[in-house]
T-cell receptor
Framework: EDQVTQSPEALRLQEGESSSLNCSYT??????LFWYRQDPGKGPEFLFT???AGEEKEKERLKATLTKKESFLHITAPKPEDSATYLC???????????FGGGTRLMVKP | GAVVSQHPSRVICKSGTSVKIECRSL??????MFWYRQFPKQSLMLMAT?????????EQGVEKDKFLINHASLTLSTLTVTSAHPEDSSFYIC???????????FGPGTRLTVL
């Protein structure tokens, strides 16, 4: 069964304290691993797509990496405005469907 | 990135009425659109996949007669919640992707409250 698991469920960081969010997946025929940011009361905002193991992508303080079993979202020197829920999703061969993880709620305190 | 809009952003209705939510892809054509439902502090749950010009494919447990989906054009899909009840209150989000690309772009969501 296709499954995506994110950990931790919640993460509290001090401003400037770097950390990583984990996304483990068991999906047959992976088309892509996606990271989104979601603020309360809003739709998910696209961050990254990773297609193959070893691939890395960066955007400001965020860096996403992918292996054959998991993906990491590294946050370097986070700021309070990075506080949000980060969702990962696996896209698989059945059309463009996505299987979402439960999300990680990140809180960065000044 | 691609832009997806939803309308309305918030709607409050009485029990028993029907509510229509629109999802538009503003700068690209989307042969497939997706409708999700999200409860507080939970992740997104796929309700249905909407294909332009054909019937929607509903996920297990989603009542197709209650959640009517129409994908009339390559840029517009609508979700109608028929005879809404308080338990239908939720955050509804649509997404769309360009053909042959796996990335989905999400709308801002619609908060439905049924009194």
């Amino acid at each position: 069964e296709d499954q995506v698991t994110q950990s931790p469920e919640a993460l509290r960081l001090q401003e400037g304290e770097s950390s990583s969010l984990n996304c483990s997946y068991t999906v047959s025929g992976l088309r892509g691993l996606f990271w989104y940011r979601q603020d309360p009361g809003k739709g998910p905002e696209f961050l990254f797509t990773l297609y193959s193991a070893g691939e890395e992508k960066e955007k400001e303080r965020l860096k996403a990496t992918l292996t054959k079993k998991e993906s990491f979202l590294h946050i370097t020197a986070p700021k309070p405005e990075d506080s949000a829920t980060y969702l990962c999703a696996a896209g698989y061969n059945a059309g463009n469907m996505l299987t979402f993880g439960g999300g990680t709620r990140l809180m960065v305190k000044p | 990135g691609a832009v997806v809009s939803q309308h309305p952003s918030r709607v409050i209705c009485k029990s028993g009425t029907s509510v229509k939510i629109e999802c538009r892809s503003l700068d690209f054509q989307a042969t497939t659109m997706f409708w999700y439902r999200q409860f507080p502090k939970q992740s997104l749950m796929l309700m249905a996949t909407s294909n332009e010009g054909s019937k929607a494919t509903y996920e297990q447990g989603v009542e197709k007669d209650k959640f009517l989906i129409n994908h009339a054009s390559l840029t517009l899909s609508t979700l109608t919640v028929t005879s809404a009840h308080p338990e239908d209150s939720s955050f509804y989000i649509c997404s769309a992707g360009e053909e042959n690309l796996a990335t989905q772009y999400f709308g801002p969501g619609t908060r439905l409250t049924v009194l």
